[in-house]
C-alpha cells in the first residue's frame, strides 16, 4: 500500500509564485510516472507536468516556461515550482503517481487529494 501526499496551495497574486510538493510514503519498491495534473472548476483534469520512464519531462503547453518540475528521489518527492502565475492556473492541483510496492506484484496508479491554488488580486 502507498500513499501521496500534496501540500503549498495557497492564495497568490498574478505573477506571483507557488511552489508545490508532493510525497510518496509506504512500502515502495518503485515510483514512476509521478507528476502534477490541476482541475479548474468546471474543466477536466488535465496534465500539467511530469516524469515518465527515462526522466523524461512532460509539460503541457499552457505552462511551458512557467513552471518547473523536480524530484528527490531520495524522500520520494516531487516538486513543482509555480512563477509568472496567471488567473488561469487557478485549479486544484493533484498529485499522481505510478508505484509498486513490496506487497503487490502490479503497478497501482495513485492519486493524492489534492491541493488548492488561486491566482487573484
Known amino acids: 500500500q502507498a500513499h501521496v501526499a500534496e501540500s503549498g496551495g495557497g492564495l497568490v497574486e498574478p505573477g506571483g509564485s507557488l511552489r508545490l510538493s508532493c510525497t510518496a510514503s509506504?512500502?515502495?519498491?518503485?515510483?514512476?510516472?509521478m507528476g502534477w495534473y490541476r482541475q479548474a472548476p468546471g474543466k477536466q483534469r488535465e496534465l500539467v507536468a511530469r516524469?515518465?520512464?527515462?526522466?523524461?519531462?512532460n509539460y503541457a503547453n499552457s505552462v511551458k516556461g512557467r513552471f518547473t518540475i523536480s524530484r528527490d528521489n531520495a524522500k520520494n518527492t516531487v516538486y513543482l515550482q509555480m512563477n509568472s502565475l496567471k488567473p488561469e492556473d487557478t485549479a486544484v492541483y493533484y498529485c499522481?503517481?505510478?508505484?509498486?510496492?513490496?506487497?503487490?506484484?502490479?503497478?497501482?496508479?495513485?492519486w493524492g487529494q489534492g491541493t488548492q491554488v488561486i491566482v487573484s488580486s
Open positions: 509506504g512500502n515502495i519498491l518503485s515510483i514512476y510516472n
Open positions: 516524469f515518465i520512464r527515462g526522466g523524461i519531462t
Open positions: 499522481n503517481a505510478d508505484i509498486r510496492t513490496s506487497d503487490r506484484v502490479t503497478t497501482i496508479n495513485y
